[in-house]
């Protein structure tokens, strides 16, 4: 069964998308890491956010990235 998810960020009050997968099929761990550590590198100060979010209308988000807390769950 295909579980459609997509990443998300935000920089400055919405959420857009940046990547459409499938949950069954990736790493998801390895997508955590790999999106929080461009965030970290490319704003340093710490106002970025993402998420993992349902890629249906809905977009409910699943877990929640920030610099102050890292992944938790939504």
Do not use: H
């Not at 550590?37 to 920030?66: K, Y």
């Amino acid at each position: 069964m295909s579980r459609p998810c997509k990443l998300q960020i935000n920089t400055s009050g919405a959420w857009r998308d940046v990547l459409r997968f499938d949950l069954d099929e990736v790493d998801a761990e390895a997508l955590q890491v790999a999106a929080a550590n461009l965030i970290i590198i490319a704003d340093p100060d710490g106002r970025t956010s993402l998420r993992i979010a349902t890629a249906d209308a809905f977009q409910r988000a699943l877990i929640r990235w920030d610099a102050a807390k890292g992944w938790a769950e939504a």
